[in-house]
């Protein structure tokens, strides 16, 4: 079975600041990869998935940009975070050949 | 707009009783449907998921679909307070990419 990484866990940064989360995946080959924002109180909006190494594709336009850089790699990065970037940040994994998305533990960032 | 709608809550049930959790979707031609959970801090956690018309058993749990009425629900028999979470629906619209609603906060009162 699969395991998502991600990290950190916790991140507080300062407005203005880049920002570069982390997730990685064992156990499959050539996942989905899906990066997910949940605000506080809110649903899950999907800002980027992946189906393939450097394969990328935008679903909300935003200061957010995603790389795939290895199969089982999936970075978020931003050169300058807003306020409005607060959120909880899930990566999920879709298996190849299924329809499930399981997620990985989240990164909580705070922007002050 | 690809949507899928859920009562907020919460929803209040005491313990032993069964709870039932509901989730319309806009899009008709959606095939696949899933239910998560997830705790106050954590991330989701796939409960159930369901293609078909009708119902899916599993354990406490069934889900139930009705694409013509663009219905999905799910039913947490014996409700124990460690079932307290808040329940995401969530809907593949195409392409492998889900839309969540909003969630549904469950409260199991002992």
């Known amino acids: 079975s699969q395991t998502i990484h991600q990290w950190p866990a916790t991140l507080v940064q300062p407005v203005g600041s880049p920002l570069s989360l982390e997730c990685t995946v064992e156990g499959t080959s050539n996942p989905n990869l899906y990066w997910y924002r949940q605000a506080a109180g809110r649903g899950l909006q999907l800002l980027f998935y992946?189906?393939?190494?450097?394969?990328i594709s935008s679903e909300v336009p935003q200061n957010l940009s995603a790389s795939r850089p290895q199969d089982r790699q999936f970075i978020l990065s931003s050169k300058k975070l807003l306020l409005s970037d607060s959120g909880f940040y899930l990566c999920a994994a879709l298996a190849g050949g299924g329809e499930t998305q399981y997620f990985g533990p989240g990164t909580r960032l705070l922007v002050l | 707009q690809k949507e899928v709608e859920q009562n907020s809550g919460p929803l209040s049930v005491p313990e032993g009783a069964i709870a039932s959790l509901n989730c319309t979707y806009s899009d008709r031609g959606s095939q696949s449907f899933f239910w998560y959970r997830q705790y106050s801090g954590k991330s989701p956690e796939l409960i159930m998921f369901i293609y078909s018309n009708g119902d899916k058993e599993d354990g406490r749990f069934t889900a139930q679909l009705n694409k013509a009425s663009q219905y999905v629900s799910l039913l947490i028999r014996d409700s124990q307070p460690s079932d307290s979470a808040t329940y995401l629906c969530a809907v593949n619209m195409g392409g492998n990419k889900l839309v969540f609603g909003a969630g549904t906060i469950l409260r199991v009162k002992s």
């Open positions: 992946s189906v393939g190494i450097g394969q």
